[in-house]
């Protein structure tokens, strides 16, 4: 192939590149993997209402989220064992973000830590997302591993209690190799536990709302609420301190027949009525995806597998071209719109696919 033009060429690059168990482990979804697919298919659902004469003669596609400014609303979205895809994992996966000018959430099962990856990318906007383990002295450790290691907020994902059943997984004997670096998990681990079912049933299935001021009290940093999919829901996070939610179906993972984040968007920003800030994740492939999810509401977009389809082709120069032909494609799409700015993209932007 001739230099990736896409994040769809960088997925085929990644395919070619890497082992069969690691790809399903990324590429897959639960079930018929219906959700992962409807998470793409939504976008093809709304088409565009471009305005002219607006004078776009300079356009920004810098945001702030929770009041860190990014130079484009797209953060990547925490995303396990990154060592899978590249001998330098979350590191290049850090330094890619913070070249494009963007924030990055680091999972509980990254193979490196909060502080080596602020030694490596100093100033990057960094995230920690947490899953509460069984044991909560490793959960406690976690978080204060997130605080002194330089986070900003803890992301915690709440739509976790057991792993969905990832067929794709079991087909080809995926296992996580056990001398892989997880500084927040090996401890609950251990070295047994290769099939990441096996590691998720280490996490406590009874977190409840009450939990989350534990968190806020141990993390001592702003709580966002990743994994939201109801309007119920999402007024909970609210009314119990979220300073944020994620409308996510954890990338069509989880519960397959869940609706397509973009689906749930609309309800969930009217039912959080601007008292925390909503964020997308699931399907982002495509700058005019990210320009459908802020028309909807979205104050920005998470990315998942996008970025680390860059990591497993090209490393941190992967990361950071994939991020910024989505920061391109976003400033194409809002100069064609009529707007200079993520802030000027309305609802009225945008209106339903004819049926
Ligand atoms: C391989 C893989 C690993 C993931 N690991 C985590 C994780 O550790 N924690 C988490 O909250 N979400 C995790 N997710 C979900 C992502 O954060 C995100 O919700 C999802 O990837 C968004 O969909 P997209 O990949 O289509 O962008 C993972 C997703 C994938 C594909």
Redesign the pocket.
Known sequence: MSSPLTVADYELLAEERLEPGPWA??AGGSGDEWTLRE?RTAFARWTFRPRVLCDVSEISTATTVLGQRIELPVVV????YQQLYHPDAEIATARGAAAAGTAMAV???STRSHEEITAAAPGLTQWC?L?VFQDRGVTREHLAGAAGGGCSAV?L?VD?PRLGRRERDIRVGFEVPSDLPLPYARSAVGDAAVNPADQFALLDASVSWRDLEWVAAEGRLPVVL?GIATAEDAQLAVEHGAAAVVV?N??G?QLDGARATLDVLPEVVEAVGGRAEVYL????RRGTDVAKALALGARAV?????P?FGLAAAGEDGVRDVLELLGEELALTLCLLGCASPEEITRAHVQPAPA
């Open positions: 482990y990324l998470n979205a925490p995303l396990s999972s509980t099962f997302q899953y992301v994902t976790t990743k996510s954890h990338g993972r994740d699931g399907g982002i998470l990315a998942g597998r996008a680390i």
